[in-house]
């Protein structure tokens, strides 16, 4: 990867300055106590886009240590950088030694995910078994509490019903919860009505390929497949599928961990609370899981604004 450095001004140049967890300064060569006689070694030069007031440097390929790294852009006021410069900007990189730490969508592959919960608070390195089984079971509980956008997912099922008189869609292999049914006609698209499957049975008791046939108004869930009734009178409908993806086993090799590209930090915390329950640490565990339930609240605050659910409640309530 390059560009992982970025910095936002209005005019001028900008330079970065990098630093460890312990608090040294890389200098080029390594990283050193801060020296002001050394300062010109500590620059890394910014490339502005255009005229567009934003900067990108790489990160430093000669840093080959793992880690959290912290660096600050600072605007020159001269000529020449100064220690006086002002800061415009500042922030954070994992670095696995060679690249970043991103997945797909900014979020993290599995085994740089396992680096960065041991960096944040759990350093046994004999756990990654139970590591990788509680961040499974997080993602599937956190998508339990809340509708999260990441989780969200749309498909057309165009060849499930080939056959008239055949009323069953077999669901996608990651569904995990289904939002609604959009049976699509040509140039008409139909909402279908979600009942449940003893309603189901009510309304289409003896279902029979010869005299049940109609334009389909409702659906359920049952078994793994979703009923359609009645049944469809036609093979060439669409049915437009919104769903919550379930999330699969989260290993090594996973190539983006769910929530790691925003909510990182909160899924973390409750693995670690996991961890240290299963080793016995009630005192850790107990503390994890309030930074988690903390975190949880607010993440969901943002993301009913975002999604204007918040908005629309209060649009109600106001009627």
């Not at 998508?143 to 069953?168: C, P, Q, W």
């Not at 698209?189 to 289409?204: A, M, Q, S, V």
């Not at 086993?249 to 409750?270: E, G, I, K």
């Amino acid at each position: 990867m390059s560009n992982e450095m970025r910095g936002i001004s209005s005019t001028g140049t900008l330079d970065a300055r990098i630093l460890n967890s312990s608090g040294k300064i890389w200098n080029g060569i390594t990283f050193e106590t801060y020296s002001s006689a050394n300062f010109s070694t500590y620059l890394t030069a910014m490339t502005e886009q255009g005229n567009s007031g934003i900067y990108l440097a790489d990160f430093p390929t000669g840093i080959t240590t793992g880690g959290t790294y912290e660096y600050f852009v600072s605007r020159r006021s001269g000529a020449s950088a100064a220690e006086t410069d002002t800061i415009v900007t500042s922030g954070k990189i994992d670095w696995t030694g060679t690249v970043s730490i991103t997945g797909a969508s900014g979020s993290m592959i599995g085994s740089d995910w396992r680096d960065y919960v041991l960096r944040l608070g759990f350093k046994r390195t004999d756990k990654d078994t139970e590591l990788y089984e509680a961040t499974t079971d997080s993602i599937q509980k956190m998508r339990r509490k809340f509708m999260f956008d990441e989780a969200e997912a749309e498909a057309t099922t165009t060849d499930t019903i080939t056959v008239l008189g055949d009323f069953k869609l077999t669901v996608e292999s990651d569904l995990g919860l289904v939002l609604g049914i959009i049976l699509e006609d040509s140039d008409t698209g139909t909402p279908l009505l979600r009942i449940p499957k003893w309603r189901f049975d009510e309304l289409y008791p003896s279902v029979n390929v010869d005299t049940d046939k109609g334009y389909p108004k409702h659906y359920c869930l049952y078994n793994g497949q979703i009923y359609i009734g009645p049944i469809p009178d036609s093979v060439s409908y669409s049915y437009r599928i919104s769903y919550s993806r379930r999330a699969g086993t989260v290993t090594s090799s996973t190539a983006a961990v769910p929530f790691t590209n925003l909510y990182r930090d909160v899924l973390a915390y409750d693995v670690l609370f996991r961890l240290y329950l299963g080793l016995d640490e009630p005192d850790k565990a107990s503390s994890y899981k309030q930074l988690f339930d903390e975190g949880f609240d607010e993440i969901t605050r943002r993301e009913r604004v975002n999604s204007g659910s918040t908005i629309w409640n209060q649009e109600v309530f106001n009627i």
